[in-house]
Antibody, heavy 119, light 107 residues
Framework: QVQLVESGGGLVKPGGSLRLSCAAS????????MSWIRQAPGKGLEWVSN????????NYADSVKGRFTISRDNAKNSLYLQMNSLRAEDTAVYYC????????????WGQGTLVTVSS | EIVLTQSPGTLSLSPGERATLSCRAS???????LAWYQQIPGQAPRLLIY???SRATGIPDRFSGSGSGTDFTLIISRLEPEDFAVYFC????????FGGGTKVEIK
């Protein structure tokens, strides 16, 4: 069965960096586009970034552009999010999710990893 | 950026009642690229509807989606106890954006 397992979250000071990972299993990872989506505590969902199956096509939300970098390692069935220059407003649960078969909707989600940016 | 506005913010209903949730877009959503999710606190979102009206695998038929252009609706025909949750719409026709959510609570 499809599984997405995020890791790497934690407490970091403003201006700091963190790298999130998402381990995928149960499907051919290299065939699928992937996304990071976040949710601030008690708030709604916010799309963060997309990456194509090969990694050649990448998009970011304006709120993270220039600070976050999405990448993938298809040999390791893993998705990553390098987060630099973190701000308090980046505090959220970060989910990785697999793109649907016919569009950018998400049937498969990880359980999420909490990133807290605070001094 | 397409802004999605969901209404009402909170819906107070009893089990067995019908729930009607609205999602309005600031501009037309191309090709009905709209999805609905259910989220129970502490859990990841669960896909209910994609393409405005197609039920995702395993979703009961009491959930139905409709609409096009800028106005979309999710209907839960008869609320079951497990349906009390927060519901989000998401458009994927132009980048990706989510609505602010509607909480369906027990009256």
């Amino acid at each position: 069965q499809v599984q997405l397992v995020e890791s790497g979250g934690g407490l970091v000071k403003p201006g700091g960096s963190l790298r999130l990972s998402c381990a995928a299993s149960g499907f051919t990872f290299s065939d699928y586009y992937m996304s990071w989506i976040r949710q601030a505590p008690g708030k709604g969902l916010e799309w963060v970034s997309n990456i194509s199956s090969s990694g050649s096509d990448i998009n970011y939300a304006d709120s993270v552009k220039g600070r976050f970098t999405i990448s993938r390692d298809n040999a390791k069935n893993s998705l990553y999010l390098q987060m630099n220059s973190l701000r308090a407003e980046d505090t959220a649960v970060y989910y990785c999710a697999r793109r649907g078969s016919s569009g950018w909707y998400f049937f498969y989600w990880g359980q999420g990893t909490l990133v807290t940016v605070s001094s | 950026e397409i802004v999605l506005t969901q209404s009402p913010g909170t819906l107070s209903l009893s089990p067995g009642e019908r729930a009607t949730l609205s999602c309005r877009a600031s501009q037309s959503v191309s090709s009905s690229c709209l999805a609905w999710y259910q989220q129970i606190p502490g859990q990841a979102p669960r896909l209910l509807i994609y393409g405005a009206s197609s039920r995702a695998t395993g979703i009961p038929d009491r959930f139905s989606g409709s609409g096009s252009g800028t106005d979309f609706t999710l209907i839960i025909s008869r609320l079951e106890p497990e349906d009390f949750a927060v519901y989000f719409c998401q458009q994927y026709g132009s980048s990706l954006t989510f609505g602010g959510g509607t909480k369906v609570e027990i009256k």
